[in-house]
């Protein structure tokens, strides 16, 4: 069994920061679940440009405020609690902060490493790894 207390997540390798997003990673590959695990709080006023063509994320919103815009067809979905969203089909998509700080619980298939930020393309590069 595994139990972590994200209070003990904040502050060390697993606490993931950018000028746009802090991600505290609860769950990863090593810990070999098959998918990961986050906490992300996307920071007010801010816009980040993710397009994950190596995973699959769900994600689900607990408090705060943004918005998503979906590249292709430029749809822009409010995002707040209760409000779940999955990128299913490696959606290139802008995410924005709000006025409040803007609080998700994330899930990707296949499973994060720990340390990744997104590239100049909005992706995370895929582990090919084999975790014993």
């Given amino acids: 069994m595994i139990v972590r207390d994200i209070k003990d997540i ?7 920061s950018t000028p746009t997003w802090t991600s505290r990673r609860v769950l990863l590959k090593k810990d ?3 998918f990961s695990f986050h906490e992300t709080i996307i920071h007010p006023g801010t816009e980040t440009h993710i397009w994950y063509k190596n995973h ?8 705060g405020d943004g918005e998503i815009e ?7 979905y409010k995002l707040g609690p209760g409000v779940v969203y999955a990128l299913n ?4 998509h ?9 609080r998700v619980i994330c899930v990707f298939n296949p499973p ?6 997104h590239d100049a393309d909005g992706v995370y590069p895929l582990d090919e790894a084999k975790v014993a």
């Fill in 89 to 92: 089909d490696n959606d290139e």
């Fill in 10 to 16: 904040a502050g060390t390798e697993n606490e993931v």
């Fill in 56 to 63: 699959v994320e769900a994600v689900w919103c607990i408090e």
């Fill in 112 to 117: 994060l490493t720990g340390q990744e930020v």
């Fill in 70 to 76: 979906t590249v292709a067809d430029g749809k822009v």
């Fill in 94 to 102: 802008y995410l924005r902060g709000g006025k409040e700080p803007l």
């Fill in 32 to 34: 070999g679940m098959g």
